[in-house]
């Protein structure tokens, strides 16, 4: 476009020479030329800062490793790699055969554990019942005594009192028993919630809308849960945006909700339209990594760039695009409407290039 206006300024300039045959002196050369580098220089200027292009532009989904959460071989395979698939879907099943066992351990000692509560509190109920009788039997031995000191002996009211005391301490005995067999339970339980929840992840799920991909598993792989050895790669679509690298210069009048026009390589002769989410105003040249060695000043500075989040207008459409589609956009900001004109021309140009320019070579 720089280009477009040195040519028309050339055109011009040749107008005022040669047809008009004005007379050149140093004077109006010098004038002519000022007035050209002013002319184009505030044309740029003023382009670059209200309607910014960049040509650096990808489409970026989120993508998740699928590990699964237990070990195992694979029993069933699903999902096929490419293919969309919801939110829920089953992807594949891990045998569940050794999950199933502990679930059916675990399930019985919990039946035993709820058991022996049982039995704990019906032995609760029976010293309860011996230490009011030996309360009672104890009662009546005391009045008799008052009553008539020779209608019972002493021994006999000791005995009684010596039996009361046992069935007191058997009673406590039970209780701190049923206490422990109660305690028991909630350990076991939690025990079997875990077997089934590991039992219900031998059935990987598809965690959003999406697809899978460098789907390698087949039934007999046999999968772990370490990261480095993924079952695959699923790839979201329910959320899909742009990320556009510009020049921190260009951005001082980019704003959140800004329009723009996005033009993408694998899909030529298209215009899309988005908006801006927000600039990314950080950049890696100002992170540095802890370490043992000091910083060496050659290798501190910024490529001056800053990325911009955009997402597109349409999300319909958004769900239909590629991952990883290069292209360029155009941002155009509330200022400099005027000169907008010039950024809509070049997008609609690289619009129809992308026809003929190879991706990743930039016209």
Partial sequence: MIAFLVVIYTAVVLVLFKVLRIKPTAFRVAGIL????????????????????????VTSQYVTQL????????????????????????????????????????????????????????????AIAADDLAKTQEKIALNTQRADAGAISVLKVAEATQTRVEADAAVEQARAALIQAQSNVPAVQAQLDEALFNLDQCKMKAP??????????????????????????????????????????YLTNVQKGDDVEVVLDAYPGR????????????????????????????????DGFYAVRINFTDAAVAQKLSLGSGGSAAI???????????????????????????????P
């Fill in 34 to 57: 000022l007035t050209g580098v002013l002319m184009i220089g505030g044309v740029v200027v003023a382009w670059t800062l209200s309607s910014p292009i960049s040509t650096q532009l």
């Fill in 67 to 126: 590990v699964p959460y237990v070990k195992g071989q694979v029993k069933t395979v699903v999902a096929q790699a490419n293919q969309p698939v919801k939110k829920g879907d089953l992807l594949l099943e891990i045998d569940p055969t050794p999950y199933q066992y502990t679930v059916n351990q675990v399930h019985a000692t919990l039946e035993q554990a709820k058991a022996a509560v049982a039995n704990a509190q019906a032995t609760l109920n029976k």
């Fill in 208 to 249: 959003s809308d999406g697809y899978v991909v460098n789907w390698l598993v087949q039934p007999g792989t046999m999968l772990s849960t370490v990261s480095a050895a993924a079952a695959g790669t699923f790839v979201d679509t329910s959320v899909i945006a742009l990320a556009a690298v510009f020049p921190q210069n």
């Fill in 271 to 302: 215009i899309f339209l988005a908006k801006v989410d927000h600039v990314i105003s950080a950049t890696g040249g100002g992170q540095f990594a802890p370490g043992g060695t000091i910083p060496s000043a050659a290798s501190i500075g910024s």
């Fill in 332 to 362: 155009y900001t509330k200022y400099g409407k005027p000169v907008h004109i010039i950024s809509k021309v070049v997008i609609r140009m690289k619009k129809w290039l992308a026809y003929v320019v190879p991706s990743g070579q930039k």
